[in-house]
């Protein structure tokens, strides 16, 4: 992978949707060029995908837990009264559990680009 197609993934990074002349332009290379290398950097696996990024303020965290098969979910709420939370309408928001925590699931975020 030379610097070119390093800026490529770049750009994709921080916009998957950009069209092919978005980034050629950007790199003073053709449309055509920008097309190829993208289509060489998915065959070698280097793309492997796009994805949307989605904002749920409100979840802070997500956990595992011993002694059953429920996730618990770190939220942020205005006040106590609201029991609807990223769309979800639940009664035991506020339940108190005792089961120890294994581990934070890891948060899905998109890694940062890479330098270009």
Do not use: W
Not at 30 to 51: D, V
Not at 58 to 68: A, L, N, P
Not at 89 to 101: E, F, K
């Amino acid at each position: 992978m030379d610097e070119v197609d390093s800026a490529i993934v770049h750009h994709l990074q921080l916009d998957g949707r950009l069209s092919n002349r978005a980034p050629a332009e950007k790199l003073g290379i053709a449309p055509s060029t920008c097309l190829e290398r993208t289509r060489l950097l998915h065959k070698r696996g280097t793309i492997q995908g796009y994805r949307a990024q989605i904002s749920l303020p409100e979840v802070v965290s997500v956990y595992t837990m011993t002694g059953s098969g429920d996730f618990p979910v770190h939220v942020t709420a205005q006040d106590t009264d609201r029991r609807e939370i990223v769309g979800f309408r639940t009664s035991i928001i506020y339940q108190h559990l005792t089961n120890p925590v294994l581990d934070p699931l890891p948060p899905v975020t998109p890694p940062p680009p890479s330098a270009a």
